[in-house]
């Protein structure tokens, strides 16, 4: 099996931190660069790196032609996209399209037709979602009078989005776009995050802060609890990573399985299960910490991250379990990825 993958790769000196403060996280000064690989290691690019600046998020179009992903080059966060092999660079998010007081633009997701995007602006104090075209023209947002909500996204037609915020202590809502109907998915479920619809857009897959994987109808009705102590919340890239950032489950392409980091044992590690938490299958047996799975788009196979050492590295096994291979070797982080169509 050959194919490709996009990476979010971090670089650092000393130790990494990250810690909450009033308005948002400071974290430790580094630099990211958006990476493709070949799943055997080859033909390794970079293409995009600014030094002294983040790039995180990459995220390929369903049709693999487009590659988006966020940065702060400019000083704000902003979501770009480019070629995969780096070329027609542009800043989808440029300017001040929905006012000067929105600083920041970050947490962007396509919806599975690769139409359409949301993702949130922040002006230092609370955060707004966006819904706008995958070129980043004619952004409006998403029911503002809800308040502070971020950590969404849409289902595969674009006509739904979900998300969370603290303005309503992280309870998940779902909104129609069309008429901009509000339901409230989890109302006795607070803290409830990284919400992502199934493929046919029945069902909300998600975790709460007590660590488990849940879902709940799309439509709404009653929550299901899917995991049983699987106790991981967050990705963290040290011990002092205190705010750590969310690492969502991971749905097939086909949506009939879940993929997910869990700590059974007392390490991270990568499992895998039915839509409605049966048939549960642990697939890696580390010792270091694992997390970001992804399905590859044929369902096959999970890329994810493990620790060798200091940083987290890209390996990838078959969904059906098996010995897991190393693909990368950086003196640096892989932290995010992405398989490319």
């Known amino acids: 099996m050959t194919a490709r993958l996009a990476l979010a790769v971090w670089e650092w000196q000393g130790d990494y931190y990250s810690r909450d403060i009033p308005g948002g996280v400071e974290v430790a000064p580094h630099t990211g660069s958006i ?18 600046r983040d790039a995180n998020l990459p995220t390929f179009s369903p049709d693999g032609q487009w590659l988006t992903f966020q940065s702060n080059l400019t000083g704000p966060h902003q979501i770009y996209r480019c070629r995969p092999d780096g070329s027609e660079l542009i800043n989808l998010t440029a300017g ?53 909500t971020y950590m969404a996204a849409l289902d595969t037609g674009g006509e739904r989005v979900v998300f969370s915020g603290p303005a309503d202590g992280y ?14 998915l989890t109302p006795d479920h607070p803290n409830s995050y990284v919400p992502r619809f199934t493929p046919n ?33 967050r990705f963290r890239l ?12 991971a749905i097939a392409p086909d949506g009939t399985r879940i993929a997910h980091i869990g700590v059974y044992g007392g390490v991270p590690n990568v499992y895998a299960m039915n839509l409605d938490g ?17 399905w590859s788009p044929d369902g096959a196979w999970l890329a994810f991250v493990a620790f060798v050492g200091r940083y987290p590295h890209l390996f990838v096994v078959s969904a059906d379990g098996g010995q897991p291979y190393q693909v990368t070797d950086f003196d640096a982080a892989v932290y995010m990825l992405a398989w490319q169509p």
């Open 278 to 294: 049966s048939e549960p299958r642990q697939l890696t047996f580390r010792e270091q910490p694992c997390g970001r799975v992804r």
């Open 35 to 52: 990476y493709t690989v070949n799943t055997d290691g080859s033909e390794r690019r970079r293409v995009f790196s600014q030094p002294g």
């Open 201 to 233: 857009g029945e069902w909300i897959v998600f975790f709460r802060r007590d660590g488990e994987v849940y879902r709940v109808p799309a439509e709404g009705g009653p929550v299901e609890r899917l995991t049983e102590g699987r106790g991981y919340v």
């Open 96 to 148: 001040d399209p929905l006012g000067a007081e929105w600083r920041d633009a970050y947490g962007f997701a396509l919806s599975g037709d690769g139409r359409k995007m949301v993702y949130t602006i922040h002006n230092g104090e609370l955060g707004r979602a966006v819904l706008a075209n995958a070129d980043g023209s004619a952004p409006r947002l998403v029911a503002p009078r809800l308040g502070y």
């Open 238 to 249: 040290s011990d002092q990573d205190a705010h750590g950032s969310s690492d969502e489950p």
């Open 171 to 184: 309870r998940l809502k779902r909104l129609t776009l069309a008429d901009e109907r509000v339901t409230d």
